[in-house]
């Protein structure tokens, strides 16, 4: 049970050809960017489903909610460009696509809220 806790260690190098190709877009209308970054196979990435899902449909308009799987080919490249260390990570980003908040490990639904209230995200 604790090593669920824990998360699963991951380490990548950076390369900056690969973070210069894969430029995060924000939102035209909404106010933040949240990146789950983890894969389908993370017990603890698997519990994150229900809040990304939760959060889209509570705040179309607001918050772009976007999941790389960094397991896979296609988003190993994301886990480069944020430097994830560990899996489930959420990353925020503001209506610039500035990172503002980070977050390892499972997220329940009320905290991620609250994070996106600092930038004025409300329901």
């Given at each position: 049970?604790?090593?669920?806790?824990?998360?699963?260690?991951?380490?990548?190098?950076v390369s900056p050809v690969t973070l210069a190709q894969n430029k995060e877009t924000v939102p035209q209308k909404g106010k933040v960017t949240f990146i789950e970054l983890g894969?389908?196979?993370?017990?603890?990435?698997?519990q994150m489903e229900p809040v990304l899902?939760?959060?889209?449909?509570?705040?179309?308009?607001?918050?772009?909610?976007?999941?790389?799987?960094?397991?896979?080919?296609?988003g190993k490249p994301f886990a480069r460009k944020y430097?994830?260390?560990l899996i489930p990570t959420q990353v925020f980003l503001d209506n610039e696509g500035k990172e503002y908040f980070r977050h390892t490990g499972y997220f329940p639904e009320k905290e991620v809220e609250k994070i996106l209230k600092q930038k004025g995200v409300k329901r």
């Open positions: 049970m604790r090593s669920f806790l824990i998360g699963i260690i991951i380490f990548f190098s894969s389908v196979r993370c017990i603890p990435c698997r899902d939760s959060i889209r449909a509570k705040y179309p308009n607001d918050v772009k909610v976007i999941f790389y799987d960094v397991w896979t080919e296609k430097s994830i260390r």
